[in-house]
């Protein structure tokens, strides 16, 4: 049984005793010099005339606040949980666990996977298979129409992750909590120290009101826009994704808008123990931020545009061994992307009652500077100082792209028949001075519902790097759940670059590509396009109004783009020549719960 931490316990109750306690207070002082009232025979004309009035010192009582959230959650109150639509719904009006105006929330999710040659090399063991659980407990304060506050706590662990290796013999394979692990200096072993349970949330919400004409957001929270392609919370995986700021929302009949400002990584420690993961004397990443807008206009029930736009700014690093006063090995950091999307899907990304055709449309570019100098394209003769350094340089520009498209239609009240493409610019040359590749400001895999459009495929292959996706869907809705069944052919945007995983880190070597676009390379005349086809079924059973269960399996059948590079008989470990398996299979047991 894990037991939370003493100083999280404690912080825990205190937020609840503030929130639900009722200070009780008399609104008139007692009167200690009580005296005998002296009696008037007959009042006085002027006394008759007087009327009785309200007295001044007597404050008028307030009604109590009743939350209007009892029934009805906002659901960005709740971009945390990964459910069904209809567990969604019977979360936000269920009046279970509300005391007074404080609400408590459970969310469970446990999840096996397996997953069998992702390299499509038949010379590796690369089988591997895992239980991984997300566990929530969360609270939202709503004491007054004033402000709010939403805290959440997350466990995230893998079963059998958390013995201790300080034991001996069988005692290895005993469940320790809160079990520690001791380092010891001067040594090379890498030593995993875990932390399972964090604070997933923990932000105020200054309400809107007269006074003040916008939401504010503060603190740690969760962000959710558009049908997650660009930013989202992540919470396919175990932890998600979360981001420490502030951020402004704006929200009326025909416009809404957001517009943030986070810290991404602080390199500098505070006071008294205070101190930060990361910075360079670490190791680490310096500092980041992210900051951006996103606004939607509305045209009623008939479409929504969004017009968006983000900035993932980082620190430029140092020179450790600077010469000729060139103190900086790399400039700033700063990605911008720009973007829009158009949609039928109106009703927080669901289509409006009574239709039956949505579609979606999304675009983005991505400008800015790497930071990086590199040689001028334009010097064809490569001119170089005495120290060895080029003579003629340039910056490092990004220029990329991103198209998505998706369309469906409804059959009837439980098919729904769906179209899409995703295109994700590549880079013919990654030694130039432009950067091509799309690059993802944060990982994301999983889609939205209705549809659950996970992206890529379930079996999470391949990033938004470098892409062009087609796929067919095929949703039907039974008394037996819901079954999923999707196409994907997956193919490079440009040849010459790499394939990408969904980190957005390529797979050096795992399919053809030529980073300097070399023309004249023997590995330029072996390039392929296609990288796989990939088959997914997913099943989704909602058991109860609580509690879902969920199953996929793919199967994937790598092409020219991966074979070509398995089966090269001109590599020079002999080893290497001939290792195509086309083969790979992904398979997930999950079961949901919220509360």
């Known amino acids: 049984m894990n037991i939370l931490p003493k100083p999280k316990l404690n912080f825990i109750l205190l937020l609840i005793t503030i929130v639900i306690s009722i200070p009780i207070h008399s609104e008139e002082e007692p009167n200690k010099n009580t005296k005998e009232p002296i009696q008037n025979p007959l009042p006085s004309p002027s006394e008759t005339n007087k009327t009785e009035g309200p007295d001044p010192k007597i404050k008028k009582q307030e009604p109590k606040y009743n939350s209007p959230w009892k029934g009805n959650i906002p659901v960005d109150h709740l971009r945390t949980l990964l459910v069904t639509p209809e567990q969604m719904k019977e979360t936000q009006k269920s009046d279970l666990f509300w005391l007074d105006n404080l609400k408590l929330g459970v969310s469970l999710r446990p999840r096996f996977e397996a997953r069998e040659n992702p390299d499509f090399n038949k010379k590796t063991d690369d089988y591997s298979s895992f239980v991984g659980q997300n566990t929530q407990l969360w609270f939202l304060f709503d004491p007054s129409p004033y402000y709010s506050i939403k805290v959440t706590i997350q466990d995230s662990r893998l079963w059998g992750g958390s013995q201790t290796p300080q034991n001996a013999g069988n005692w290895t394979y005993g469940l320790s909590t809160g079990a520690g692990t001791t380092l010891t200096p001067a040594t090379s072993t890498n030593t995993n120290i875990r932390n399972n349970t964090d604070i997933r949330e923990a932000y105020i919400v200054f309400k809107k009101i007269d006074k003040l004409p916008v939401s504010v957001f503060v603190g740690r929270q969760v962000f959710a826009f558009g049908d997650l392609k660009i930013v989202g919370p992540l919470n396919w995986l175990h932890t998600g994704f979360a981001f420490d700021g502030v951020r402004f929302v704006h929200d009326s009949q025909w416009f809404k ?14 006071p008294y123990g205070l101190t930060t993961s990361n910075g360079r004397s670490k190791g680490s990443i310096d500092q980041a931020y992210f900051f951006g807008a996103y606004n939607t206009i509305k045209f009623g029930e008939e479409a929504h545009l969004d017009l968006y736009v983000f900035e993932v700014s980082k620190k430029w690093i140092p020179n450790a061994n600077p010469i000729d006063f060139d103190d900086r090995l790399k400039q700033r950091n700063d990605l911008l992307t720009t973007g829009f999307r158009f949609t039928n899907r109106t009703n927080n990304n669901f289509l409006p009652a009574g239709k039956i ?197 793919s199967l994937v059948k790598a092409k020219e783009a991966i074979g070509n590079e398995r089966t090269n008989p001109f590599a020079s470990n002999p080893d290497n020549r001939y290792t195509f398996d086309d083969t790979s299979k992904f398979f997930y047991l999950m079961v949901s719960a919220s509360l």
């Open 257 to 270: 808008t957001h517009v943030f400002g986070t810290i991404l990584s602080d390199q500098y420690d505070a």
């Open 357 to 553: 055709w949505d579609w979606s449309i999304e675009s983005a570019w991505q400008s800015g500077m790497t930071g990086d100098r590199v040689k001028a394209d334009w010097d064809v003769l490569d001119q170089k100082a005495a120290n060895g350094k080029n003579i003629y340089t340039e910056k490092v520009q990004y220029d990329t792209r991103l198209l998505s498209l998706d369309t469906g239609i409804k059959v009837n009240d439980w098919i729904r028949l769906g179209l899409g493409y995703t295109y994700a610019s590549g880079d013919p040359n990654r030694s130039d001075s432009k950067v091509g590749t799309w690059q993802s400001l944060f990982p994301q895999i999983a889609g939205s519902f209705p549809n659950w459009n996970t992206m890529n495929g379930q079996a999470l292959m391949a990033g938004f790097e470098n892409i062009k996706s087609y796929s067919i869907r095929a949703n039907l809705k039974t008394e037996y759940g819901m079954f999923i069944f999707a196409f994907y052919d997956t193919q490079k945007a440009n040849l010459q670059d790499a394939w990408y995983k969904v980190s957005g880190v390529p797979n050096t070597g795992a399919s053809t590509e030529n980073y300097s676009n070399d023309k004249f390379s023997y590995d330029n005349s072996r390039l392929g396009r296609r990288l796989f086809y990939q088959y997914d079924f997913t099943w989704i059973y909602n058991y109860t109004e609580s509690v879902s269960i969920w199953m996929g399996v």
